[in-house]
Nanobody
């Protein structure tokens, strides 16, 4: 069982920055891929970024490439999402999730893992 708690959301002007954190309570945190997802009002929840258990492999959706950076500290059981040059379209509830896979072909594709454990979400609002 994995429990996840996000923090760091808030209100920021366009062009500003925020860093989201997700603290995990799991003895085997380092065995999970971690992902950040977001859901805007009236839209589906979509993946934003993901990182493999080692941190070696990362994935970003095209709309955030060059602006967002996902990282993890396995010693602290924490994953981060640094968000720079924020835009109003980034406004959403952001969720972190822990994922696993049984398919070795996906080991370097954290975006393809099964994400079964979710945090409660943190609101990010970007004003224009």
């Amino acid at each position: 069982q994995v429990q996840l708690v996000e923090s760091g959301g808030g209100l920021v002007q366009a062009g500003g920055s925020l860093r989201l954190s997700c603290a995990a309570s799991a003895r085997s945190f380092s065995s999970y891929a971690m992902g950040w997802f977001r859901q805007a009002p009236g839209k589906e929840r979509d993946i934003v970024a993901a990182i493999s258990w080692s941190g070696y492999s990362t994935y970003y959706v095209d709309s955030v490439k060059g602006r967002f950076t996902i990282s993890r500290d396995n010693a602290k059981n924490t994953v981060y999402l640094q968000m720079n040059n924020l835009k109003p379209d980034d406004t959403a509830v952001y969720y972190c999730a822990a994922g696993t896979t049984d398919d070795s072909a996906y080991y370097t594709r954290p975006e393809l893992y099964e994400y079964d454990y979710w945090g409660q979400g943190t609101q990010v609002t970007v004003s224009s």
